[in-house]
């Protein structure tokens, strides 16, 4: 269990993630997981090195499209743009969308971390 989480939803995302930008926090990473009938998104930040992290976790739908993060850290594109590749996440206003290409050659598996939608249906488990 993580200490430091925070539930949020899509539509308050922009707004928390303001708040560590404004108190000068430092962009982690993103974590998406497949729960089968939605996607768990977490973003990490954390303030200095060496301090515990703090979470924003968030369910969505997987057809359900999120804001990207990346106008307030422009970081997130990694991390959004792998979401996308990965798991199909839609995500909103990416400062910079590889358009499906960045990790995923034209000819690799759509979508490879997807439970039901990989190659054998094995993705993901």
């Not at 979470?55 to 422009?74: N, T």
Request: charged share 25%.
């Amino acid at each position: 269990m993580i200490e430091n989480l925070k539930e949020i939803s899509k539509d308050t995302l922009l707004q928390e993630v303001q708040k560590f930008a404004d108190a000068k926090a430092r962009f982690v990473t993103t974590v998406c997981s497949d729960l089968g009938d939605k996607l768990e998104v977490t973003y990490y930040f954390n303030y200095s090195p060496g301090v515990d992290m703090v979470a924003l976790r968030m369910f969505v739908g997987k057809d359900e499209e999120v804001p990207s993060i990346s106008g307030i850290y422009l970081t997130a594109v990694l991390s959004e743009n792998e979401m996308f590749e990965q798991y199909g996440l839609k995500v909103k206003d990416m400062a910079i969308d590889f358009g499906g290409l960045m990790l995923l050659g034209k000819d690799s598996p759509v979508k490879p971390m997807v439970k039901d939608n990989a190659a054998g249906g094995k993705g993901g488990e």
